[in-house]
């Protein structure tokens, strides 16, 4: 074949096989609303905490105000039950008029005015999770448009009240849909959770063709319970899951509820890295308008938030899961860094766990080490053992250096012949931030 018809050939290929809107090269982040303020709609009892423009307007205020957007936190999502009952005369898709009198366009330019994105929800289905209007086969193509005329830049579709056959034409049919519009609209498919999340249900070469992320799994509660119950799946299922994953398609475990009821500082942090271990898209689903300074500092933890950014996309394992309830985890990242988490399931006292970079399958090499939620630095050969203290249901987070070469042990320093640091006490023990 001649090269420019195999060249236009190609193209077309690529047009109707790939997701090519560009976004989400690293996990999303922002604000979601639904597991802090499900489908509160009564605006006339509980004005703060109903679904309505004004809790997005608050939540965008506090994200441009409080340093949140700066941190890459810019998604505003809508989830259920901001539509009205009805569709409208031209049959579109349109908001509940007493809780978005000013629109969804008014929403979605008050969120651009400030650096900010909009994000929207349906379902692929007669109705969504909460009853309101779905999104069925003959009505993708005029939701998709309506989304995009309303310059929203985030699509999550949902599941319920929809069979497997009807799911398995709809998810690809709204992803093709949305990229006809001309408009990047990230899409999130709640697909795979329908289908028990694991192949050979779940085609997850097809999803990461279609989609920009999608949920595999239950959804998440206010607490430790259900963080943990995710955590196991998608661990367990890692080898399934970690292939997947890369830049513009994330495996999604749910929100973070750090700043809610259920979770204590150190689950808090625990939840905070594993989703960075995870590659996972970091959308909160709390009050931004009342969070504890404890929980914000988790969030806005500037060296978690790298880890989960990371450009590589590479989503990070399981490593070690010892039987005294102490787990490791690690992400290899950009530049030849890596990130490492001790994390533990015990429930009695902070556990001194012992172990070495080799052991962790670290190369010869001296690695600079810090530690993300303490901030303080080391530096520890790789067949040095040091000992960690993990408290119970937290973790201990290591952002890992490129190692520096041991041959370059011995330098000069002011002409002299110097020997480093880690050179000396070959036995000892660094006891590193206990
Ligand atoms: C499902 C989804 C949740 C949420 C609700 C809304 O349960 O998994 O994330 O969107 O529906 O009703």
Not at 412 to 434: C, H, M, T
Request: net charge negative; charged share 25%; with cysteine.
């Amino acid at each position: 074949m001649h090269l420019a018809a195999l060249l236009f050939v190609s193209a077309l290929f690529v047009a109707a096989f790939a997701l090519d809107n560009g976004v989400m090269r690293t996990p999303p982040m922002g604000w979601l609303a639904w597991e802090r303020f499900r489908c509160d709609i009564d605006c006339e009892h509980d004005p703060k905490n109903c679904i309505s423009e004004n809790l997005f307007i608050d939540m965008a205020d506090r994200l441009a105000e409080d340093g949140w957007r700066e941190l890459g936190y810019v998604y505003v999502n809508i989830d259920d039950c901001w539509s009205s009952m009805e569709r409208d005369e031209k049959g579109r898709l349109q908001p509940d008029p007493k809780r978005f009198p000013g629109g969804i366009p008014k929403l979605a330019r008050y969120m651009h005015d400030r650096g900010l994105k909009l994000g929207i929800y349906g379902d692929m289905g007669t109705h969504t999770c909460g009853g309101y209007p779905g999104t069925p086969l003959d009505k993708i193509t005029i939701d998709a448009q309506t989304f995009a005329d309303w310059e929203v830049d985030m699509f999550k579709f949902d599941g319920c009240y929809s069979n497997a056959t009807e799911q398995e034409q709809g998810y690809p049919l709204m992803s093709k849909a949305l990229n006809a519009t001309g408009r990047p609209i990230g899409y999130s498919c709640s697909w795979p959770a329908y289908q028990g999340g694991l192949p050979p249900k779940v085609n997850y070469t097809q999803l990461a063709k279609i989609c920009n992320l999608w949920r595999n799994y239950g959804d998440i509660q206010d607490s430790w319970d259900s963080v943990l119950n995710i955590i196991d799946w998608f661990f367990e299922n890692q080898d399934i899951l970690i292939p997947v994953a890369g830049p513009g398609r994330w495996n999604d475990p749910d929100m973070l509820i750090v700043g809610d009821f259920g979770l204590s500082m150190d689950q808090s942090r625990a939840q905070m890295a594993l989703w960075a271990i995870m590659a996972a898209p970091l959308f909160m689903s709390n009050d931004l308008r009342t969070i504890s300074s404890g929980a914000r500092r988790i969030l806005q933890n500037k060296i978690a938030i790298n880890i989960n950014q990371d450009p590589m996309g590479v989503q990070g394992r399981r490593i070690v899961k010892e039987k005294s309830g102490i787990e490791v985890f690690w992400r290899p990242l950009s530049n030849n860094a890596s990130a490492l988490v001790f994390f533990s399931r015990r429930s009695d006292m902070p556990y001194r766990y012992r172990t070495s970079l080799s052991r962790l399958n670290y190369t010869t090499g001296s690695y600079k080490i810090f530690d993300v939620f303490s901030e303080k630095t080391v530096t520890l050969k790789d067949s040095t053992d040091f000992v960690v203290s993990v408290n119970p249901s937290g973790v201990v987070m290591w952002y890992v250096s490129a190692p520096a070469e041991l041959n370059l042990r011995q330098f000069y320093r002011g002409g002299k012949l110097q020997r480093s640091a880690y050179d000396d006490d070959e036995n000892a023990i660094p006891r590193v931030f206990l």
